[in-house]
Antibody, heavy 123, light 107 residues
């Protein structure tokens, strides 16, 4: 079964840091561009970051640029998101999602999603 | 950045109704447009990619059309499991923006 499972969400104080992880299974992880999408409580979807299959292409949303590092470990079938200098506006469910086109430098769509992990930034 | 708008923001419909949701991009995005369905408390689900291609496993009552700046998602006969929020998303250029969503509720 194709599956993505996020972890690492937590309650963190403003200014703090957090590292999210996404474990992939059921497909050849190293062939796909992977992505993070977030959703603030009661709000819409917001694309956060993408990383191509070999990590050659990396993209960040302007709202979080400079505070984020996306990375992947193809040997461990895992995707990561390091988030720094967190603010209350970063409170959201963070989803890991796969882009379906093989070996594409950028995501064409998001076809497989994890269940999400909740990040709460509050003092 | 490319801005995505959707109309209506919400609608009420009955089972069996034909429903159309519109998405507009602030500049031409060719056919780089996707549609997602999100049920409350669940992850989004890809319905349509490249404006008009039906994702595998998605019922044929869903269809998409359009190119350039104007796109539509049509549900030909609304079913009980279709009551959800629908989002469009452009994959033409970064940031890969989503529309604000259209909530489809039961009349």
């Amino acid at each position: 079964e194709v599956q993505l499972v996020e972890s690492g969400g937590d309650l963190v104080k403003p200014g703090g840091s957090l590292r999210l992880s996404c474990a992939a299974s059921g497909f050849t992880f190293s062939d796909y561009t992977m992505n993070w999408v977030r959703q603030a409580p009661g709000k819409g979807l917001e694309w956060v970051s993408s990383i191509s299959s070999s990590s050659s292409y990396i993209y960040y949303a302007d709202s979080m640029r400079g505070r984020l590092t996306i990375s992947r470990d193809n040997a461990k079938n895992s995707l990561y998101l390091q988030m720094n200098s967190l603010t209350a506006e970063d409170t959201a469910v963070y989803y890991c999602a796969r882009a379906p086109r093989l070996l594409s430098p950028k995501p064409d769509a998001f076809d497989i999603w994890g269940q999400g992990t909740l990040v709460t930034v509050s003092s | 950045d490319i801005q995505m708008t959707q109309s209506p923001s919400s609608l009420s419909a009955s089972v069996g109704d034909r429903v159309t949701i519109t998405c507009r991009a602030s500049q031409s995005i060719s056919s780089y447009l996707n549609w997602y369905q999100q049920q409350p408390g669940k992850a989004p689900k890809l319905l349509i990619y490249s404006a008009s291609s039906l994702q595998s496993g998605v019922p044929s009552r869903f269809s998409g059309s359009g190119s350039g700046t104007d796109f539509t998602l049509t549900i030909s006969s609304l079913q009980p499991e279709d009551f959800a929020t629908y989002y469009c998303q452009q994959s033409y250029s970064t940031p890969f923006t989503f529309g604000p969503g259209t909530k489809v509720a039961i009349k």
